[in-house]
Nanobody, 121 residues
Framework: QVQLVESGGGLVQAGGSLRLSCAASGSIFSINAMGWYRQAPGKQRELVAAITSGGSTNYVDSVKGRFTISRDNAKNTVYLQMNSLKPEDTAVYYC???????????????WGQGTQVTVSS
């Protein structure tokens, strides 16, 4: 089994910063892409940022220039540095990882439990 544990959420004023972390543990053979999604009340979950094992990144347009995703492959950990936060960034943020648990298995998607980010105006 694979577990993703997120940390770093909280309450911050508009213009402030937060850094989210997500550590994967358990039966991990390899990890392909890792990413962060968010879901605001009444809205669908959306991809915020993703990063491949080689370091290629992509972002949703609304966070470009403000958020930075990075990862430490040795620690199976992905980070999301969030700067210049806006009230519309308020949501539950979920970590996602494509994990292979053995060399003979394909990749499966795993999710963290979510961490609340609230940005006050």
């Amino acid at each position: 089994q694979v577990q993703l544990v997120e940390s770093g959420g909280g309450l911050v004023q508009a213009g402030g910063s937060l850094r989210l972390s997500c550590a994967a543990s358990g039966s991990i053979f390899s990890i392909n892409a890792m990413g962060w999604y968010r879901q605001a009340p009444g809205k669908q979950r959306e991809l915020v940022a993703a990063i491949t094992s080689g370091g290629s990144t992509n972002y949703v347009d609304s966070v470009k220039g403000r958020f930075t995703i990075s990862r430490d492959n040795a620690k199976n950990t992905v980070y999301l540095q969030m700067n210049s936060l806006k009230p519309e960034d308020t949501a539950v943020y979920y970590c996602n990882a494509d994990v292979r648990t053995a060399h003979y298995r394909g990749f499966g998607a795993y999710w963290g439990q979510g961490t609340q980010v609230t940005v006050s105006s």
